[in-house]
């Protein structure tokens, strides 16, 4: 048997079976072009990048809030699904890059605030669309997994951002309380 007649079906059938699960497992992205430039104009300031991610998980809630009151909205609940995907996807971004500030030491006691803040305002938002009585049962199934997964989140995220920023007051209090000490030590 020849092994190039052999091996090139199933060469073929492998790529094949790879191009046909290549969609499936690509996600979009939820960023703009101008979101990402600024996201990366801001990454070395704390402050500045984490309230963008906050703007920009805001902008998708009141996108799905705009196209949920359109009454001509097409494919309403893949709109909903896709919105709330990207919600999702950039308010992950958003912790990711509080682990990261935190790791690195940095003081995000201001915009953990904003966040804060943002949290309640979206846990708010995402409550009002799974309690609201007019959506149909079939409509609501196809979203009512990321709608979920959403509250979920956000709901663990709003404790640790809250416990997070305690930490961080203690620290800073402790850090002028030394400094002050020292300061004071000196002067002997």
């Excluded at 494919?75 to 912790?95: C, S, V």
């Excluded at 007051?169 to 000196?186: F, R, T």
Aim: glycine share 2%; charged share 30%; net charge negative.
């Amino acid at each position: 048997m020849n092994t190039r007649s052999f091996f090139a079906p199933a060469c073929l059938g492998l790529f094949l079976l790879i191009a046909a699960a290549a969609p499936a497992q690509r996600h979009r992205d939820p960023f703009t072009q101008t979101e990402i430039d600024q996201i990366r104009d801001a990454s070395w300031e704390p402050q500045q990048r984490l309230t963008l991610y906050v703007k920009f998980a805001r902008a998708r809630l009141v996108a799905l809030e705009q196209m949920r009151s359109d009454p001509k909205a097409k494919n309403r609940p893949q709109q909903t699904h896709d919105k709330l995907d990207d919600f999702l996807l950039i308010y992950d971004e958003l912790n990711d890059n509080i682990d990261t500030y935190t790791d690195r030491n940095n003081d995000i006691r201001k915009p953990l605030k904003v966040i804060i803040d943002a949290d309640t305002e979206f846990q708010a938002k995402l409550r009002a669309l799974k309690d609201a009585a007019d959506i149909p049962a079939d409509e609501t199934r196809q979203y009512e997994f990321t709608l979920t997964t959403a509250l979920d989140t956000l709901d663990t995220s709003a404790v640790d951002h809250r416990k997070l920023l305690a930490e961080q007051e203690e620290a800073a209090k402790h850090k002028k309380l030394n400094s002050n000490a020292k300061n004071s030590g000196k002067g002997e």
